[in-house]
Each structure stands twice: as structure tokens, then as C-alpha cells.
């Protein structure tokens, strides 16, 4: 796993392809550091203060958003195409009663700057220390999203995260086509 | 001007340079078609909603706010090193009592899917219309952004804007360095 550091915008239109196609890990632990992944589709980078940050959106009836809301940090790590499988499963379950990592066969690895792990075989790591967080707003959001994403409520809860590292196993950025 | 369609996620690298260094043109107009543009040094760019999404930062303390609120569109340009003069001007004074356009000498192009229009000499340009806006939550903010970024208050509201369009002067992509 020779991983290189790079750039917080390096690499975007091929993260964004995959978040649109199997999904990113986004990767949170419990206090006593049971480890959790969910599956994200939709996400935001950019620079905001000056500094580089992830922006992602979790559901408050999600496992994943009480970790985060406990521990103030994540991970995102982009997977190539040889853990599909893995995503599937990890975007199926509830971190709540299944142990996803486990089942899916997925290991990981300590980060370097955050307290939760990356997920190992990925090819972009991204760790993250939340800098803020806000509510979507249901009443200035366009009907057709409220209808669309939130038929049962559940607005989404914003968590802007500080890109503290950011590397790339650059052997294998080809997996990941544009 | 050449311009040729491109997908939103293309050449984020280099329009994250740009706004870090002498900023992105933001351009938004007055029901009576009064244009106005701020510069932005801070925003981020995504998928969310299944949407291509630009997610922008606006005090309500600029003229750019009121506009925006009023009129729900707005656009992105990205200038080359030759309208480095024209981008202190209008990052440095109010459209409130100043025709910041015509003092920097820029001339501006109806978009085509938006009301307000692009700016004209500009490599590349997103047309957006807003899908939700929010407010930063200060309570939920590290206090050292607070304290730097916030002395007085003024805490941004967010717009997260739909890309309906976005184009580049591809001629002219090499003149945005990385």
C-alpha cells in the first residue's frame, strides 16, 4: 500500500464518478472503537475558512450520525471496482445490528490524523475532523427534493469536515476511470 | 468564445486555485435587471440529490444577498490572470452605491438557462439555480472559525445551487495553472 499524499482537489471528477456509481465508504467509530461504514452517494468538496473541506450529509436515524455526533471525526475512502460487492453490503445493513465490516469482508487501517480508521484495498483516503455542522432546512428546500428524498421526514444533518490528510495509492488511480 | 460545454466536475483543481488566489467571479442581478458581482474565495463543489451542485457562502450583509433571495439564480466565472485588476475592484467595494461592472470594465453575456447573466472573459462559467439555502449554525461552529471569521457576527447563509449549465473557453484552460 505505497500511499502518496495529495492535493484535497486532486483527483475530484473520478471521486465524484464513483460516489455516483457504487458509493464511498464513510467510515465512523464508536467511543470504544467499534468501527462503522456506511455507503455515501452524495457529498461535497471545496474550500470554506481557508481550509479544505468534505462536506457530507447523514439521516439522524442512521447509525453512522450518532458516531459522528459522539466522535467529530470520519473517514471517506473510494473504492475500486474489486469491493463492489463490499458496497453492497455495507450500503444494505444497519451498522446498528450487523457487524458490516465483517460480513463484507472489508479490514482497515489506523488513520493518521482522525481517531476512526480508513477502510484498507481502497485507493483515496480522505480523514476528516467536523468543523461544523447544520440542518437542512425542509421549508427553503425545492418541493421536488422534499417529495423526492425525504417522503418520511428525515432531513438530512450537514457534517463540514476539516480535510486534515488526504493520499492515494497512485498505482492504482487507473482503476478509477473518468 | 469558443465555448464548449464541460461536466461539473471537470477542472475542479484548477477553479479551486483560481478561488483561492484572486477568487471567482459570483454574479447575480436585481429584479429590473440590475447586474452585480461579488468575488468568492470560499465554496464547494458536489453531487447531492443526484444533482451536480455548487454550494456558495453569502453574508447577509452584501448586496449579493438581497439579489439572490429575490431573484433564486445566480452565476459562477472563472477569470484568467489578465482580469486579476478587474476582481480587486469588485472584491473591494459594494454594488450597493457603486456600479462595480462598469468601474472594473467588464461586460457581461445573458447565460443560457439562468436569469443572471455570466461575465464576459472569463475560461469558465456554471449557471446556477438555487435548490436550498441554509444558515450556518454558529453554536455548531469551532470556535476559532467563530472568532476568525466571525468577529462581529454576520454568519454566512448557504445557497446550494443547481449547476443547470457549465462551460469553458477550452482555448483558454491552460492559462488556469495547477
Redesign the interface.
Known sequence: MPMQEI?Y??Y??QV??V??SRGLFLTSQTRDGRVNSMIM??????????RP?W?I?VRPSRYTYGLIEQMGDFTISVPGPDLEKACRICGSKSGRDHDKLAEAGLRTVHAKKVQSPVIADCIIHYECRV???????PT???QS?VA??YPSGDFHR?YWGEIAAAYADTDRLNELKV
Chains 1, 2 share one sequence.
Open positions: 492535493h482537489d486532486q475530484f471528477a465524484m464518478r460516489m455516483a452517494g452524495w457529498g461535497m468538496i471545496g474550500s470554506v475558512w481557508g473541506v462536506t450529509l468543523l461544523h455542522k447544520s440542518d437542512l432546512e427553503a428546500l425545492i427534493i423526492g428524498s450537514t
